[in-house]
C-alpha cells in the first residue's frame, strides 16, 4: 500500500506564495505519474497539474499555467507543488494523486489509485 501525505498549506494573501509537497511512502513505490487536484468550496474537484515520474514531462491547467509549477524529488519520493501569485479563486482543497497505471487520462481523477488527504490553501483579497 502507498501513503500520500501532503504539507505546505495555509492562509495567504493574494499574491503571495505558498509551495505544497507531497510525500509518498509504503511499498516500493514506482508511480507512473503524480498529479495535484483541488476543490474549491461548493465546486467539483479540477485538475491542477500533473508529472510522468520518469520523463518529467509536466502538464498544467490553464487556470495556473504560468504561476504553479509541479515538480519532483526522486530521491525523497515527492513531487510539489510550487504556487506564485496566488488568487483568492485559487482556494480550495488540494490533493495529491498517483497512479502506477502506464495508461489513461492523467487529467481524470479515476486515472489515479493512490490519494492524499488534502491540505487548506486559503488566499485571501
Known amino acids: 500500500q502507498v501513503q500520500l501525505a501532503e504539507s505546505g498549506g495555509g492562509l495567504v494573501a493574494a499574491g503571495a506564495s505558498l509551495r505544497l509537497s507531497c510525500a509518498a511512502s509504503?511499498?516500493?513505490?514506482?508511480?507512473?505519474?503524480m498529479a495535484w487536484f483541488r476543490q474549491a468550496p461548493g465546486k467539483e474537484h479540477e485538475f491542477v497539474a500533473v508529472l510522468k515520474w520518469n520523463s518529467g514531462i509536466t502538464g498544467h491547467a490553464d487556470s495556473v499555467r504560468g504561476r504553479f509549477t509541479i515538480s519532483k524529488d526522486s530521491a525523497k519520493n515527492t513531487v510539489y507543488l510550487q504556487m506564485n501569485g496566488l488568487k483568492p479563486e485559487d482556494t480550495a482543497v488540494y490533493y495529491c494523486?498517483?497512479?502506477?497505471?502506464?495508461?489513461?487520462?492523467?487529467?481524470?481523477?479515476?486515472?489515479?489509485?493512490?490519494w492524499g488527504q488534502g491540505t487548506q490553501v486559503t488566499v485571501s483579497s
Open positions: 494523486a498517483a497512479t502506477s497505471r502506464v495508461s489513461g487520462n492523467y487529467y481524470l481523477m479515476k486515472s489515479y489509485e493512490y
Open positions: 509504503g511499498r516500493t513505490f514506482s508511480p507512473n505519474a
